[in-house]
């Protein structure tokens, strides 16, 4: 009996570390990056370089800005979200409520997972020499690139990820409340529009929340497709920047007053990302509970 308490004493203090130590890696991260910004914000201030969209490295003249690649940011991000959302939706629908338990679903639903874990680098393989062409054909932008092309494969990317998540809280709908709209003569269509999606709604929002946060941090797939221009973006087909692919392309050789703005870039995409997981993670706790 007491070798069975020392056993279960040991394992919950194990536990207890893990924990300590998962907590004290996301604040050395942004420690670190706090650090590493620190020269950056007092330079410009810090409303200054969140308002500026001036990106000049040269010498002598340096003046850093992040507006361009907030905006860059958050219009890819929105507009993939946007795109993503009816046909996720209707994978979700399809595999968790119409299809539920049949080959096909099963089918579609290793499809999907198949899907999600694709690697990034692979998408913007796909975008560059198939989706690019495309937009240079239709006369939307004249090098295939921009915030446009690169929300596209954005969405895509995001579909598996926010259908799965859909369909997991489609198919918690209690069974009672759908035999009991049935019961009083509702259509399969009624049940889904009046009873699940009421009773499953919070849940699906979290996928929607935890989908953008994937979008917002996401960097390959952007980088390759979105134009790679410091200019702030005027229209859905001009190029642009966001702020994950300005790091990704200008941190290896960047360094004194411009590193420590890209480290300022990192810091503020870290805050962003987590608190809209945040966000997600609370409004799934509501609805599980």
């Given at each position: 009996m007491r070798q069975e308490n020392i056993s279960d004493l040991f394992f919950r203090r194990a536990l207890f570390?893990?924990?300590?130590?998962?907590?004290?890696?996301?604040?050395?991260?942004v420690y670190a990056m706090v650090s590493?910004?620190?020269?950056?914000?007092?330079?410009?201030?810090?409303?200054?370089?969140?308002?500026s969209s001036t990106w000049d490295p040269t010498l002598g003249h340096e003046q850093y800005g992040a507006l361009s690649f907030i905006v860059g940011t958050l219009l890819t991000s929105v507009l993939a979200l946007g795109f993503c959302l009816p046909f996720?939706?209707?994978?979700?629908?399809?595999i968790g409520e119409y299809f539920k338990g049949k080959k096909v679903a099963n089918v579609i639903s290793s499809v999907i997972d198949l899907l999600a874990g694709i690697p990034s680098i692979v998408y913007g393989l796909w975008?560059?020499?198939?989706?690019?062409?495309?937009?240079?054909?239709?006369g939307l932008s004249e090098q295939g690139f921009g915030i446009l092309t690169a929300s596209l494969?954005?969405?895509?990317?995001?579909?598996?990820?926010?259908?799965?998540?859909?369909?997991?809280?489609?198919?918690?709908?209690?069974?009672?409340?759908?035999?009991?709209?049935?019961?009083?003569?509702?259509?399969h269509f009624e049940v889904v529009r009046s009873v699940?999606?009421?009773?499953?709604?919070?849940?699906?929002?979290?996928?929607?929340?935890?989908?953008?946060?994937?979008?917002?941090?996401?960097?390959?797939a952007v980088t390759m497709l979105i134009g790679n221009t410091n200019d702030l973006p005027t229209s859905l087909t001009a190029t642009g920047n966001t702020m994950a692919s300005i790091i990704a392309n200008q941190f290896g050789e960047a360094d004194g007053l411009k590193l420590s703005s890209l480290i300022a870039l990192g810091l503020m995409?870290?805050?962003?990302?987590?608190?809209?997981?945040?966000?997600?993670?609370?409004?799934?706790?509501?609805?599980?509970v």
């Open positions: 570390v893990a924990s300590i130590f998962i907590l004290l890696i996301c604040a050395g991260m590493g910004s620190w020269a950056g914000l007092s330079k410009f201030g810090f409303f200054h370089f969140f308002f996720s939706l209707s994978v979700a629908l399809f975008g560059f020499y198939t989706l690019r062409p495309l937009m240079q054909g239709w494969v954005l969405s895509i990317m995001i579909i598996p990820y926010a259908a799965s998540l859909s369909a997991e809280f489609i198919r918690m709908v209690p069974r009672q409340l759908k035999e009991g709209a049935y019961s009083l003569g509702a259509t699940m999606f009421p009773a499953s709604g919070s849940g699906i929002f979290a996928s929607y929340v935890l989908a953008l946060g994937r979008a917002l941090g996401e960097t390959m995409l870290f805050l962003i990302t987590a608190v809209i997981n945040f966000i997600g993670k609370m409004i799934m706790k509501k609805f599980t």
